[in-house]
């Protein structure tokens, strides 16, 4: 079971600050210049005017790490969107007891800004903080539209991608449980543990790894052990680099 302390949620999701920049939400106050709504990233071919923000984003990511694959700069950049939306979920669940309203159309995305992405929420409306209302928001609301895209337009492996969203979970988790317990904040370490723990048992991730605590092993490989310099990740599947291969396991 988990326990939550419910706490309003205030306009500028200020409690999430102190967590760094993986936590912090852009909230209606921000000005921005006009940015592509989730929605329209994932829903749209690459020929449509936003549809391009995700080719855009992949090929920046391409760019910045030298990958000789389009899908490994796919999968580099799934992870690292998936990373942002559980880590405002699951701090929003830990330290409000609910969580913002994550709808890909009222959420807009910077694809050319750095990482970790930039994130721009427009409402700002409380839901409740249960695994099935994150699980609804975040996997069903963002991850499978985006794992159908880029599998569609890259051939990224779903298992791999999904491998993704379980580490991006995992780790999303212990980096709130270790600044929870740093600051003496041993109740909101158990609530996003016993959260993250329950998430794990949706279908769409618990074939994903093994979460113990706050580890966790993945079942598959981001592929990033592929660029140059690259290597293997702390919940890899692979202890270390393959000398060679054309295909990392998918799960």
């Known amino acids: 079971m988990v326990l939550l302390l419910f706490v309003d949620l205030d ?11 993986f936590f912090v939400l852009r909230t209606p106050g921000t000005t921005l210049r006009p940015l592509p709504t989730l929605a329209e990233t994932y829903g749209r071919q690459p020929s449509d ?4 923000s995700l080719t855009f984003r992949v090929q920046k990511v391409a760019n910045a790490l030298r990958a000789p694959e389009p899908r490994i700069a796919a999968s580099v ?16 669940a830990a330290l409000y007891g609910s969580i913002p309203d994550l709808d890909p159309g009222v959420l807009r995305w910077d694809p050319d800004g750095s990482a970790p992405d930039d994130l721009w929420l427009t409402q700002v409306r409380p839901l409740p903080a249960d695994p099935a209302t994150i699980a609804d928001v975040v996997l069903h609301g963002h991850l499978e539209p985006l794992t159908a895209a880029l599998n569609t337009r890259y051939r990224v492996a779903a298992g791999l991608l999904w ?11 212990r ?10 904040r041993t109740e909101t370490a158990a ?13 769409l991730l618990a074939g994903t790894g093994t ?41």
């Open 163 to 173: 491998g993704n969203a379980g580490s991006a979970l995992a780790g999303a988790a």
């Open 11 to 21: 306009p500028d999701l200020a409690a999430l600050r102190p967590l760094g920049g």
């Open 175 to 184: 980096q709130l449980d270790q600044w929870a317990l740093a600051d003496g």
């Open 77 to 92: 950049a799934q992870l690292g969107l998936a990373a942002r939306l559980w880590s405002v979920a699951l701090g929003c």
């Open 191 to 203: 609530r996003a543990r016993a959260l993250t723990a329950e998430l794990f048992t949706h279908p």
């Open 211 to 251: 979460f113990t605590g706050t580890a966790f092993r993945r079942r598959s490989c981001c592929l990033y052990y592929r660029v140059p310099g690259g290597g293997v990740c702390g919940d890899c599947c692979f202890t270390r680099a393959p000398r060679s291969s054309p295909r990392a396991p998918s799960g």
């Open 49 to 52: 005017a936003h549809g391009n």
